[in-house]
């Protein structure tokens, strides 16, 4: 049997031991396998390390076909020149090339117990394609030129984790998509990918446990996670991916925890968390970085309580919180800055905090006092940034009367916290002017006055004073030289009101002094928010 595969060997010819029945083929029924079909370990590592006498007009290749391998392929700091392709072979030892260098290498449709590549050097592809591996594959320090294709593989651990590539370098794409199936942590922790990474309809599970670990992982293209079905913490502090992150219809489960963790993630176009995506558990996305949008139109954040959405710190041109249903958790948005705001009244959480929030707009600005609901649903207690936000944003768009709106209520919920003194003046600068934000008000109030003066006035009309000389007396100009205290018209000097209406010209007086103070207190606050 060894005679045959060397021959083919040095021919580069594929040899193929299979059946052509799929039950009897498969390579978790190799116990049945013939001799015919059964090669030493040693064999192989002897033809890819000594090699064979190649045929005249032959390139030599290991291309195997269901074959079952007794013992180990250990190929550690071996220089493997040739091309290695097995097809539903049964690897009954290990498989090792630890910092070994070799072309392309293709395994599919195998399975193995364990695949050790850590520090090794593939010129092309390596492929682990519709494998099984009842073990840990091992990409620690590797580096691939080409693709790592994953696609269709079975990874199970029940020891740890199922795949370690701490620090891989990949220069083309990662593919772990169509049914990629992985019961044991995947980390891919400061691994390097030139292209994409692909990870539609993978499987990822480790309950209790990250599903993922890709901190401080670079990504010149994309992250393609559409699909992906996760039970455990999807994790991506400190990533950067230059291209898009998507998760479109993907499920992440981690109840009790953070089902996406992207602290301080990098995106150079769009984070999309939506299509049908759902989280069960919570997502953090703190102080991340989007040059683009964040969206989760229409998606489901399932939290009993705490925290459902966490994007303090975080910098976007827009954000989309229009959700299929409202977080029944807090949605953390303080201190963010946005470009955009696409949300809608019916997808608000039961709770946010906003302070220190900063937006340029929003899509659907709303009418004030629906917009004011959406910032009383901070539980932190007044703060006066959101509001004075919520107002330059309004003025932005030109809606100046909606932006004092916004203002005169953050004054009457700041008057709530102030000394009992201090919320008696403010609730009078309220009542005539509104804070100067109504000072038509103003013109009411002495309009009012003016007018209950003149009519005090003229039917108990004031006595001469002993030098009031020969002016003539004008109820409506006595009741104005009252309201007007910085002001002089001569009709105060002039007449004295009589006993009984003396206390109306101390209290025209008095709200004229009350109406200027107010008014310049007002205007002024107005004025320095603008």
Known sequence: MELRVRDAFSRGERLDLRVGDPVEDDPANSDHWGPDRVVRGAALTWLLLDGAVAEPGHVPALRLDGARVDGSLELDYAEIPYRVTMDGCDFRGRVTLYSARTRQFSLKRCRLVRFYAANASVDGTLKVRRCRLDGLLKLDGTHITGILDLDGSLLTNSDGPALTANRLQVDDHIRMRHGFTAEGEVILRSAHVGGDLDMSDAQLSSPGGAALTASRMHVEGDVLCDRLKTVGEVDFPGARVEGVVRFWGAQLSNPGGRALHGYHL???????????????????????????????????VMTPGGVALAMPHAHAEEVDLRMRQHPRGLVDLRHAMFGIIRDASQSWPDELKLDGLRYDRFENPLPPRQRIRWLLRDSSGYAPQPFEQLALAYRSLGHDDDARTVSLLKERLRRRTLPRPARAWGAIQDITVGYGYRPMRAGLWLTGLLALGSVVFTVQRPTRNASGGTEVFNPVIFTLDHLLPVIGLGQGTAFTPTPGTQWIGYLLTGCGWILATTMVIGITRSLNRR
């Open 266 to 300: 990098e995106v150079g176009t769009s984070l999309h968390l939506n299509s049908g995506f759902t989280a069960e558990g919570s997502i953090d996305l703190a102080g991340a970085r989007v040059n683009g949008r964040i969206t989760l139109r229409d998606a489901r």
